[in-house]
């Protein structure tokens, strides 16, 4: 599956962006798509993933009743609603594909199809 990442931008703090992952195929039932996030000088991480099979949303503590991930299975998009954004969430926002096991959704090697990055700057 190829993914595009696209949404990204300029926002001020408190403000609110979409993400959009769109994939060459169906991802429900087939791939697990999750959103990371890499900031200059740390390591890539888990921002929220939605499973292939049961569609159960996962999120970091961190951006928990803020971010919502969503697929629509028509358009083969899976989203990142983000709301009440802060500085601390600029980075380069990526999606992609895999089939990880339960309690590993937040382990970027377990995932296989990555889109090439969005970035996300928020303004203070």
């Known amino acids: 599956v190829q993914l595009q990442a696209s949404g990204g931008g300029l926002v001020q703090a408190g403000g609110s962006l979409r993400l959009s992952c769109a994939a060459s195929?169906?991802?429900?039932?087939?791939?697990?798509v999750g959103w990371f996030r890499q900031a200059p000088g740390k390591e890539r991480e888990l921002v929220a993933a939605?499973?292939?099979?049961?569609?159960?949303?996962k999120y970091a503590d961190s951006v928990k009743g803020r971010f919502t991930i969503s697929r629509d299975n028509e358009k083969n998009i899976v989203y990142l609603q983000m709301n009440s954004l802060t500085p601390e969430d600029t980075a380069v926002y990526y999606c992609?594909?895999?089939?990880?096991?339960?309690?590993?959704?937040?382990?970027?090697?377990?995932?296989?199809?990555w889109g090439q990055g969005t970035l996300v700057t928020v303004s203070s």
């Open positions: 939605i499973t292939r099979s049961a569609g159960i949303s």
């Open positions: 195929e169906r991802t429900a039932n087939r791939y697990t």
């Open positions: 992609a594909a895999g089939r990880p096991a339960h309690s590993a959704y937040d382990l970027p090697g377990l995932y296989y199809n």
